[in-house]
């Protein structure tokens, strides 16, 4: 292993680009310090010094941003409005034909929907930046907070101070999306995924210290142990598959045969990756932010319905709550699993190279056979995802960590899953030039 890691850095290209990575991490977790123009500083702190749990309207994007969200920094959307856009542009595939037409056309359809995703993640970045100053002025970012400073957290409420606000935030989602293509073109690849990786790996020393400070060193340590037992568990069934045996029938094309060979079509256990966690913990933020916008500003009594869903829908350690985000995501999973793998279409690409499943018919029944698979295969996949997700909410409960627990949730799928990608990048270039990769 340490000769694997002392070969990646005699290997001057590939020095090279782990070197570029680091540095382009670094300015990222920079920004994510610099606080936005008109912005007090020193009452952020004291917000933040007075508010150990994150307001439950914005867990998911603080998460992603590395803490910068609350800090209202120049980083402060993080890679949030790219992901969105992303997931967007890949679900209005089913909705706009156009959209299919582009994907199926290879490189250049893609390079059309890349840019697509980039327009829209700059009108997201304007829509969410504008929004969080909204919610900044008026005193509600750190939910229900008793510091006084918390109402205080723009110095200048001018239309130009709030403008340029707005364009600073979005100019920062702007150079976070081109530093993550940097890295993908020039450094080891996943760019997008290593910034939302670092984001998330940033605020693991802050929330395994606040188990410390609200238990005691025995939790502690039980914590990190379990937190291993789910990381070894995450990572066997993220690695876990079902293989579907695949034959190509011979085929003459002149003097040459081509064909003949066997593979599979691997279908994994977790297909829809972090994508419903996201989508279930969104939408559940939806109540809780009509709840908090129509609750009283003179103290009054706020009406039935709201304060209902203040007391089942806003913190994560409410049974009800937990229920609704379990069944949540087991249905988005479907739903995207449904979306992203079309059997009729993997069914029809095989029938034209002349492959076939053993003894399943070429055509419809082998479109039947790979749906009847993959609903069978994402049951466990689905369960799976709402028990990970579920984790950081029981820990809410019962050690008192926030509901950004790192070894649960989408912290821990996110960590898993960039690492095992970031790993066999880096195995597969040192395969290439010195024909023994990281991994044996």
Not at 393 to 419: D, E, M, R
């Amino acid at each position: 292993m340490f000769r694997a890691v002392a070969r990646i850095f005699r290997t001057p290209d590939l020095r090279r680009k782990i070197g570029f990575t680091l540095g382009i991490i670094a300015l990222f977790r920079l920004g994510s310090f610099i606080p936005a123009p008109f912005v007090d500083y020193s009452n952020v702190q004291a917000c933040l010094a007075g508010n150990q749990s994150t307001s439950g309207l914005y867990q998911l994007v603080n998460l992603f941003s590395g803490g910068a969200l609350l800090q209202l920094s120049i980083f402060a959307l993080g890679i949030m409005p790219y992901i969105t856009s992303s997931i967007i542009v890949q679900l209005l595939r089913v909705v706009i034909p156009h959209f299919d037409n582009l994907y199926k056309e290879g490189q250049a359809g893609q390079a059309t929907l890349t840019q697509y995703t980039r327009y829209l993640t700059i009108a997201l970045g304007i829509l969410q930046s504008t929004t969080l100053i909204t919610v900044a002025r008026s005193g509600a970012l750190f939910g229900s907070s008793t510091v006084s400073e918390c109402s205080s957290l723009i110095s200048n409420n001018a239309w130009y101070a709030i403008l340029l606000m707005v364009i600073t935030m979005t100019a920062g989602t702007g150079l976070i999306m081109w530093m993550g293509e940097l890295i993908t073109e020039r450094g080891i690849g996943n760019g997008m995924s290593l910034l939302i990786f670092t984001s998330i790996a940033a605020k693991f020393p802050t929330a395994l210290w606040a188990i410390k400070q609200a238990k005691n060193f025995e939790i502690f340590v039980g914590v990190i142990l379990l937190g291993v037992v789910i990381m070894g568990l995450v990572v066997f069934v993220e690695q876990s598959q079902r293989r579907i045996p695949v034959q190509y029938a011979k085929r003459m094309v002149g003097r040459r045969t081509y064909g003949g060979n066997n593979t599979y079509i691997p279908i994994k256990v977790n297909m829809a990756g972090v994508v419903p966690v996201i989508f279930a913990s969104s939408l559940l933020y939806l109540p809780a932010l009509v709840a908090q916008f129509n609750t009283p500003s003179n103290g009054s009594a706020p009406p039935s319905w709201v304060t209902w869903i203040q007391a089942n829908l806003t913190s994560g350690d409410e049974p009800f709550y937990m229920v609704l985000y379990f069944l949540l995501i087991i249905g988005f999973t479907y739903f995207y699993v449904a979306i992203t793998f079309n059997p009729e279409e993997v069914a029809d690409n095989m029938k034209k190279y002349g492959g076939f499943i053993p003894g399943i018919r070429a055509g419809r029944p082998t479109a039947d056979y790979l749906d009847y698979v993959l609903t069978r295969v994402t049951l466990p996949g689905s369960l799976y995802l709402g028990l990970i997700a579920l984790i950081p909410l029981v820990a809410l409960a019962t050690v008192g960590a926030n509901q950004n627990f790192p070894f649960g949730g989408a912290s821990i799928l996110i960590i898993v899953g960039v690492g095992l990608e970031t790993v066999k990048q880096v195995d597969s270039q040192l395969q290439q030039r010195h024909y023994e990769g990281l991994l044996r």
